[in-house]
Each structure stands twice: as structure tokens, then as C-alpha cells.
């Protein structure tokens, strides 16, 4: 797929994983650009390349990551809308800093921070695959800076192990040259982005935040397994795989919450995903460290609202009362209710035999048909059996009338 059709390369510009690995010698054939100074090539891809640099000033020597596209692929225009997109999403502790794009000697120049880590794309190639703790804390890391994108309204539509740069262990996105500062759900007919990452949606050109969810659920897939969800190597397989194939089953030691993370973020249809980076988020850190696994069990859901877990019994999230939905339970919450159980007539929600009154909407539990020798209580209606000499609600005896 050429780059005039809108596809980033299959492997498009990574950063060099050890920064010792760049040959750091000034020489008498070093390359300057504006008060640039190159020292060696990080990567190279479709759009051009990204160098290490040093700007010299009278006091400090700083070391930047230059980003220099090629002529023929970009135009000021596009440089200028990335650097905008670019500086929106600044301000993050997960989010590389831009400090300027300009041109020098006729070359178009974006100038960031330099991350001496290299890519999550070159450490996951080093490890292989992590366990679930150490793939959750790094997916937390990804998530807050898309959090703070969305927040800004921006999408960053080529989300990949290849645009997260790592300093210090901490995940921080990258390369905002697809980005898009836009509110909702976009759909612009131009394709782009990076195939193996792509959402079923976008090969129509229709984006929202949940491209950039499709994508961490690939990401965190990749971490636990150390292999593509969709490893297809022909661009029309690859395409079919992701529309209409689901990806092999994560291994028995991943944790069935972080599967059901996984689950969600990878749904073919955007509004079975989570709602939110904050939902995935939230949904990620339950998982790993509030709520211990062998208290979940078969039919326990996820909401893709909020994130929060909710036993199968429920039929609104306990966290944010929106209502189950089927993507989210193997079978309906109605089949484990209890003997005496009840749903609300107003809301639905899923109410236990002791309650008279519905915990989420305060409508008064319909009264079942009274058997001859049963009783209403005249302090609080409450339905009582005939056997009970005082209300089970209220404890208001029983009246002799009655």
C-alpha cells in the first residue's frame, strides 16, 4: 500500500531502542540545519526520518529528536496541522513535548524531546511478552496520555508500540502526523493510518476516540502475547481478518478480567467498545489491583461506561447505573436472580427479596397478589405473610383488622 493511499509502512519509523546503539562522533561531514547539529539517524520511514540532534548554546548542550519529512510527502500545510495537533496534546507526563516546527535551509523541521529508551516497539521486541502486571502498568501509562488527548479533542489515530517513546520505564505518545483535533465521531472518507492498527471503522475513513481504544486493545494483546492479534501479511487478509475474524485466545495465564478488557477494546462495532479512555482505564486498575480475580466469576461483567465490574446478577452498573449490556455477560443477568429477586417495573434494575423499595429509582416494589391470610401494613404498605404479627419492613404490629 503506497503512501499516496493514505497507509503509514507496515514498520514505519521506529526509534532506535538503545540509545548507545547511534554513533554519537562529530565529525568534519556532520550535517547542520538551522542550529541543528545531526549526529545520527534514529529511523526512517514513508514520510521521512527522525534524527538525534544537539543545539548548542552558550551554557548547556541540549540533545532533540529532529523529525525531518521528505519534500514530496509533506507540505507546510501538513507540518503546520501536525505541530498544532502536536501542541494541543501537550502538557503530559505520557505525552512527548514538541518545542517547534519550522523550516530551515528549505527543510521543513519538527523539533521534540529527545527519549533515550527508544520505542515500546523495540522493548517489546526485546522482551517478548510481559506478564499481565507489568502489560497493565504499561497500557495505564498509554491510556492516561490518551486521556488527556481525547480531553483535549484530540485523536491520535496512529496509535502503535512504534509511537510510544519510553523515559524512565514510563510510556509517552509520539508522532502526531495523522492526529486530528476534532469533537465527536468524524468521518472524512481519507484513509489513514497504520493497517495493523486500524479499527474496522477507519478503513471507511470514520474516526472517533475509539480508534485510539481499538488500538490499545492491540497494543495491550501484543504485550501479553508478543504476537499481532491480527498477524496477516497481505493487506487484503489483514483487512478481512480485523473486519470479520476474531483474535486467537489470549493465554490461560492472562487474568479473565484483563481478557474481557481486551474483549471489549477490540470489538468490530465502536459503540460495543469502551466508551471512553477513562472506562478502559478504570476497567484496567480494578482488574489489576482493587478486586482480586477469584472473586469474579461466569456471567460477571464489565461496563464499557465506566469501566467498573459488576456481578451477573446486575442489570445496571453498580458504578454508574447504565444498563448491562449483552457484549458484556455470557448469559442474561435475569438467569441468576434469586427466588424473591425482583426487577424494578420503572428501570429495570435487578433488586434483592429484602428490598420494598428499588435501590436505583426509589419505585415501590409492586405488590404480588395477597393469599387470604396475608397483610398490608398500614404505617409503610409493606406486604406481610399471614404467619407475621409485625411488619418485616417497618416492625409496626400487626392490626387486629388485618
Known amino acids: 500500500m503506497s503512501d499516496s493511499e493514505g497507509f503509514n509502512d507496515e514498520f514505519p519509523i521506529v526509534a532506535n531502542p538503545v540509545a548507545t546503539d547511534i554513533t554519537l562522533k562529530q565529525d568534519k561531514s556532520a550535517t547542520t540545519i538551522g542550529p541543528y547539529l545531526l549526529i545520527g539517524r534514529l529511523g526512517a520511514g514513508g514520510f521521512g526520518e527522525v534524527w538525534l540532534a544537539e543545539r548548542s548554546g552558550r551554557l548547556a548542550c541540549?540533545?532533540?529528536?529532529?523529525?525531518?519529512?521528505?519534500?514530496?510527502?509533506?507540505?507546510?500545510?501538513?507540518?503546520?496541522?501536525?505541530?498544532?495537533?502536536?501542541?494541543?496534546?501537550?502538557?503530559?507526563?505520557?505525552?512527548?513535548?514538541?518545542?517547534?516546527?519550522d523550516i530551515y535551509q528549505g527543510r521543513l523541521v519538527i523539533v521534540s524531546e529527545y527519549a533515550e529508551e527508544?520505542?515500546?516497539?523495540?522493548?517489546?521486541?526485546?522482551?517478548?511478552?510481559?506478564?499481565?502486571?507489568?502489560?497493565?502498568?504499561?497500557?495505564?501509562?498509554?491510556?492516561g496520555g490518551l486521556i488527556h488527548l481525547h480531553n483535549r479533542g484530540v485523536i491520535h489515530r496512529d496509535l502503535k508500540p512504534a509511537n510510544v517513546l519510553l523515559q524512565g520505564g514510563k510510556p509517552r505518545l509520539t508522532d502526531f502526523g495523522l492526529a486530528k483535533v476534532v469533537s465527536g465521531i468524524t468521518s472524512s472518507g481519507h484513509v489513514a493510518g497504520t493497517p495493523r492498527y486500524m479499527a474496522p471503522e477507519a478503513f471507511e475513513g470514520v474516526y472517533s476516540a475509539q480508534v485510539d481504544i481499538w488500538a490499545a486493545g492491540i497494543i495491550l494483546y501484543e504485550l501479553l502475547t508478543g504476537t499481532a492479534p491480527f498477524p496477516q501479511r497481505e493487506y487484503a487478509a489483514l483487512v478481512?481478518?480485523?473486519?470479520?475474524?476474531?483474535?486467537?485466545?489470549?493465554?490461560?495465564?492472562?487474568?479473565?478480567?484483563?481478557?474481557?478488557?481486551?474483549?471489549?477494546?477490540?470489538?468490530?462495532?465502536?459503540?460495543?467498545?469502551?466508551?471512553?479512555?477513562?472506562?478502559?482505564?478504570?476497567?484496567?486498575?480494578?482488574?489489576?489491583?482493587?478486586?482480586?480475580?477469584?472473586?469474579?466469576?461466569?456471567?460477571?461483567?464489565?461496563?464499557?461506561?465506566?469501566?467498573?465490574?459488576?456481578?451477573?446478577?446486575?442489570?445496571?452498573?453498580?458504578?454508574?447505573?447504565?444498563?448491562?449490556?449483552?457484549?458484556?455477560?455470557?448469559?442474561?443477568?435475569?438467569?441468576?436472580?434469586?427466588?424473591?429477586?425482583?426487577?424494578?417495573?420503572?428501570?429495570?434494575?435487578?433488586?434483592?427479596s429484602r428490598r420494598e423499595i428499588c435501590h436505583k429509582c426509589m419505585t415501590v416494589r409492586p405488590q404480588p397478589p395477597l393469599r387470604e391470610s396475608d397483610w398490608l401494613c398500614p404505617s409503610c404498605n409493606a406486604h406481610n405473610f399471614g404467619r407475621r404479627q409485625a411488619c418485616h419492613q417497618c416492625k409496626a404490629a400487626r392490626q387486629s383488622d388485618n
Open 240 to 352: 478481512e481478518a480485523i473486519l470479520t475474524k476474531n483474535p486467537d485466545p489470549l493465554p490461560p495465564s492472562v487474568p479473565p478480567r484483563i481478557g474481557d478488557i481486551v474483549r471489549i477494546a477490540l470489538a468490530k462495532r465502536s459503540e460495543e467498545r469502551f466508551e471512553s479512555a477513562v472506562a478502559m482505564r478504570m476497567a484496567l486498575q480494578t482488574a489489576t489491583h482493587s478486586i482480586p480475580a477469584s472473586q469474579f466469576k461466569p456471567g460477571d461483567w464489565l461496563c464499557r461506561r465506566c469501566g467498573f465490574p459488576n456481578f451477573a446478577r446486575r442489570t445496571v452498573c453498580a458504578g454508574c447505573a447504565a444498563p448491562c449490556e449483552t457484549p458484556n455477560v455470557s448469559g442474561p443477568p435475569q438467569a441468576n436472580m434469586r427466588p424473591g429477586d425482583w426487577l424494578c417495573p420503572s428501570c429495570s434494575t435487578h433488586n434483592f
Open 118 to 143: 527508544g520505542s515500546l516497539a523495540g522493548w517489546l521486541e526485546r522482551q517478548k511478552h510481559v506478564v499481565a502486571s507489568v502489560a497493565a502498568e504499561m497500557l495505564d501509562g498509554i491510556l
Open 62 to 101: 541540549t540533545k532533540v529528536a529532529l523529525k525531518l519529512p521528505r519534500n514530496f510527502t509533506a507540505s507546510e500545510e501538513e507540518v503546520r496541522r501536525e505541530a498544532h495537533a502536536w501542541v494541543q496534546a501537550g502538557g503530559h507526563p505520557n505525552v512527548i513535548p514538541i518545542f517547534e516546527a
